[in-house]
């Protein structure tokens, strides 16, 4: 007699923690081994342990989202009632826990000793006989197959979205205008590298896109009382299913400022500029990077010098995404000179432009000032344009410097804050990109015949759908958890975790799809070469892969181990 549903999913439980319980240990004895002498960890010696601590990072990620997946299934069954038949969803989240320890092994068991473990603590964490036992069992090639099946089964849908009703009636409305007005139109902006059109724009701001991230206070639609990222998250999702560049990234850049505004701004500046972003009027922009400086926001040196009612900004930023098109820039600047300083000397301004529609610009100010850009040409990403931006002698006056006299050199923070949002955003246009790329695979498996029969009939197509699905659904899952965590002031690390998750997950499925499409997945007239190449751009921005696992996720992990 086979077992109940609820027993494998305490299975999975189990093994996991076991999992966990070998991450914990790990991350101890690497804490050890990067104490200074003053028994605080050494930033120098944390670089000595990069391979691991990024390799910990990402099995961190894949227990966490393995966890989040359980209680997604647990939550389904609780939904539908108890039944002897094993659902979809616990379906896929059995695979993924199983993948999920097998991926920890790949990476910790070859090192072992350098994560402190021997034989065994092995033997009783991640190569305890259960967890192989469990392992075996989910990752079996029929049971692969039978999940193949099922979503060959769905035409695309991998399971419950698991939504409130409000957030399922605002994804389906994103999900139609998608579907009807985006998708014929990105692929024609991908290959002719147009700005997006105001048909995509216009409509986008009568529905409230940009509105979504501030508070009703200001002429926002985010509750007064609470965070709404489930909201942000769910249109971002199903805008980035229609096209990444051309939609789905459009409310990043607001989400970034309104944050950035609501925790350092003055109440001056938030009655100001929030409601005109909830209008996109104007649009926006962030100029953080520079040419010689991403990541490292501590070495950043455009500078702004004070002058008589504002400041004077000098020198250059890069990667500037919407640069042109936007009316105000969100930009980074060293207002103190003293580099030893490093991020406590800078702040942040809003810097004024008119808007423009092409791959260069020039603006003068009526004092000589002068403010240039030109687009970056890039191999996908296509519609907004990112640019390198030149500042000679721009002026900014005192008004616009984020939080007045009192957020002088807390530029630093205030990017914090905006980027957060922009993390766990990011993996939601990742799980948008993935939805898509997965329903073309779906189409065209079933269409394509080899041999006399269509792919999808062929085992390794199946266990590749599978797969792809269970990867989509526990990046969606993992980011609606973070999301919910979000909206009640945690999750911050969390975001971290699933950006990084998603962001490479997309790749993957990405690449998967175009595979399934055979030659005709590398032509250009298909969607999924252009999905292919929109995803590699996910686990560079926002925070780049290895630094985000590196210097965000590993040295918190390693700081916070026991």
Request: glycine fraction near 8%; aromatic fraction near 8%; hydrophobic fraction near 40%.
């Amino acid at each position: 007699m086979s077992q109940h549903p609820s027993v494998l999913i305490d299975q999975a439980v189990n093994v996991i923690e076991k999992g966990q319980r070998a991450l914990s240990l790990a991350l101890s004895h690497v804490k050890k081994q990067c104490l200074n002498e003053k028994g605080k960890l050494s930033s120098a010696k944390l670089d000595e342990h990069q391979l691991i601590s990024y390799d910990l990072a990402y099995v961190a990620a894949e227990l966490t989202g393995a966890m989040n997946l359980i209680e997604y299934g647990r939550a389904i069954r609780e939904k539908r009632g108890d039944n002897v038949e094993l659902q979809l969803e616990e379906q896929v989240a059995l695979v993924f826990c199983a993948e999920a320890l097998q991926n920890a092994r790949n990476r910790i068991v070859p090192r072992m000793a350098e994560y402190g473990l021997d034989a065994t603590v092995l033997n009783e964490t991640l190569e305890d006989e259960k967890v192989l036992a469990f392992s075996q069992e989910h990752l079996a090639t029929a049971k692969l197959e039978n999940l193949g099946d099922a979503m060959l089964a769905q035409d695309g849908r991998t399971g419950d979205y698991h939504l409130d009703e409000d957030k399922e009636i605002m994804r389906e409305s994103f999900q139609k205008f998608a579907t009807d007005v985006v998708m014929p139109l990105a692929k024609r902006i991908h290959r002719e590298d147009l700005i997006i059109p105001d048909e995509i724009l216009n409509s986008l701001i009568e529905m409230g896109c940009f509105a979504l991230s501030i508070p009703e206070r200001y002429e926002g639609l985010q509750p007064d009382d609470r965070e709404d990222n489930m909201g942000m998250i769910v249109v971002t999702e199903e805008l980035s299913r229609g096209s990444l560049a051309a939609a789905g990234s459009l409310i990043t850049r607001p989400e970034i400022l309104s944050k950035a505004l609501l925790a350092g701004g003055t109440e001056e500046q938030k009655q100001h500029w929030l409601p005109k972003l909830a209008a996109a009027d104007p649009l926006c922009a962030v100029a953080i990077t520079e040419p010689d400086f991403g990541s490292d926001v501590a070495g950043m040196k455009l500078k702004a010098e004070k002058v008589e009612g504002g400041w004077l900004l000098n020198g250059a930023k890069a990667w500037c995404t919407f640069g042109g098109k936007a009316g105000v820039l969100l930009t980074l600047a060293r207002t103190d000179p003293d580099m030893s300083l490093g991020h406590k000397g800078l702040s942040m301004f809003l810097v004024e432009k008119p808007s423009y529609d092409g791959h260069d610009f020039e603006y003068v100010q009526p004092d000589g000032g002068k403010l240039s850009g030109r687009a970056i040409p890039t191999i996908g990403y296509r519609g907004m344009h990112s640019f390198d931006l030149f500042f000679d002698n721009i002026f900014v006056p005192d008004a616009n410097l984020l939080g007045g006299e009192a957020g002088l050199g807390k530029g630093f923070y205030y990017t914090m804050a905006g980027f957060a949002g922009g993390r766990i955003q990011t993996a939601a246009r990742a799980n948008g990109l993935m939805q898509a790329a997965f329903e073309q695979a779906i189409i065209y498996a079933k269409d394509r015949k080899v041999f006399g029969k269509p792919i999808a009939d062929y085992q390794l197509t199946k266990v590749k759908l599978a797969r792809m699905a269970t990867l989509l659904t526990t990046s969606r899952q993992f980011t609606y958890a973070v999301g919910r965590l979000m909206d009640n002031g945690q999750g911050q690390m969390e975001a971290s975790l699933v950006k990084l998750f998603a962001c490479k997950t997309s790749e993957y499925l990405c690449r998967e799809a175009m595979q399934i499409h055979g030659g005709m997945g590398y032509a250009e007239e298909m969607d999924v070469s252009r999905y292919w190449i929109d995803s590699r751009v996910l686990s560079i921005f926002e925070g780049a892969e290895e630094t985000l696992a590196l210097k965000v996720i590993a040295r918190n992990l390693i700081e916070n181990a026991e």
